[in-house]
């Protein structure tokens, strides 16, 4: 099942007793009738709270154990669309630096020899000139080789090209953090890596986007005199897809 998370929701449980999206998800299949996966699912990937976009639910505890896997084999693909501070001079990057956490700070994460092995692909879509005052900026796509708590804009920021809106590596603004999930594929099958399952789980190339939202649309318009295609249709709110 995938879900179009908004801004400000948490995708895990942290302690506080705060409604996570997996509640949320949890709820929604026990109005539908299923209590089984209301009671199984876990999400597959997790998000920042505030970066949007589509998260991933399994919905059985047998195939639980292959999506792991295909995490660990890089089968499951993760693409970003985002927006960086500055003009990034090159076109196309993969950004190969350990994240380790931030012993001053543990809020944070940074770039350090000590740190776990993390991998970004960086593609620039557009550099967007400056306007109404603002600085030049970079549309970009990215796609998450590892999946390291703040990746990405641990990883931008260290580039000198941090995320617009991001409050802990960047700078505040008031359109908040410019990353959104766009897109989330499983690129083999789960029956045949030895599970079966009455669901819908066994295709040979499983994709769910979720548009981008408004207010991310709003911002690029608002700002810079250039056509988005994402923004032809984007979301509404919540979708849901199994």
């Given at each position: 099942?995938?879900?179009?998370?908004?801004?400000?929701?948490?995708?895990?449980?942290?302690?506080?007793?705060?409604?996570?999206?997996?509640?949320?998800?949890?709820?929604?299949?026990?109005?539908?009738?299923?209590?089984?996966?209301?009671?199984?699912?876990?999400?597959?990937?997790?998000?920042?709270?505030?970066?949007?976009?589509?998260?991933?639910?399994?919905?059985?505890?047998?195939?639980?154990?292959?999506?792991?896997?295909?995490?660990?084999?890089?089968a499951f693909?993760?693409?970003?669309?985002?927006?960086?501070?500055?003009?990034?001079?090159?076109?196309?990057?993969?950004?190969?630096?350990?994240?380790?956490?931030?012993?001053?700070?543990?809020?944070?994460?940074?770039?350090?020899?000590?740190?776990?092995?993390?991998?970004?692909?960086?593609?620039?879509?557009?550099?967007?000139?400056?306007?109404?005052?603002?600085?030049?900026?970079?549309?970009?796509?990215?796609?998450?080789?590892?999946?390291?708590?703040?990746?990405?804009?641990?990883?931008?920021?260290?580039?000198?090209?941090?995320?617009?809106?991001?409050?802990?590596?960047?700078?505040?603004?008031?359109?908040?953090?410019?990353?959104?999930?766009i897109a989330?594929?499983?690129?083999?099958?789960?029956?045949?890596?030895?599970?079966?399952?009455?669901?819908?789980?066994?295709?040979?190339?499983?994709?769910?986007?979720?548009?981008?939202?408004?207010?991310?649309?709003?911002?690029?318009?608002?700002?810079?005199?250039?056509?988005?295609?994402?923004?032809?249709?984007?979301?509404?709110?919540?979708?849901?897809?199994?």
């Amino acid at each position: 099942m995938a879900i179009d998370k908004p801004a400000g929701m948490i995708v895990h449980g942290d302690g506080t007793g705060e409604r996570t999206l997996t509640d949320y998800a949890s709820d929604l299949l026990l109005a539908m009738g299923d209590g089984f996966a209301a009671t199984d699912m876990q999400p597959l990937n997790r998000l920042d709270r505030n970066t949007t976009g589509v998260v991933l639910f399994s919905l059985d505890k047998q195939t639980q154990p292959a999506f792991d896997q295909m995490v660990i084999d890089h089968a499951f693909e993760k693409h970003y669309l985002a927006l960086a501070e500055g003009k990034i001079d090159w076109n196309e990057k993969l950004i190969d630096k350990p994240i380790a956490r931030n012993r001053h700070d543990s809020r944070k994460m940074r770039v350090g020899a000590s740190g776990k092995p993390s991998q970004t692909r960086v593609k620039v879509l557009k550099r967007l000139k400056s306007r109404r005052g603002l600085p030049t900026r970079s549309y970009i796509d990215v796609e998450l080789l590892t999946g390291r708590k703040h990746q990405i804009r641990v990883h931008l920021a260290s580039e000198h090209h941090p995320l617009v809106g991001d409050d802990l590596y960047g700078t505040p603004r008031p359109c908040g953090l410019m990353l959104h999930a766009i897109a989330h594929s499983l690129r083999q099958l789960v029956g045949q890596c030895g599970f079966t399952s009455s669901r819908r789980s066994c295709y040979p190339y499983y994709m769910r986007s979720a548009p981008v939202t408004e207010k991310f649309c709003h911002c690029l318009r608002m700002t810079w005199l250039f056509i988005f295609h994402e923004c032809d249709h984007p979301a509404a709110g919540y979708f849901v897809s199994a």
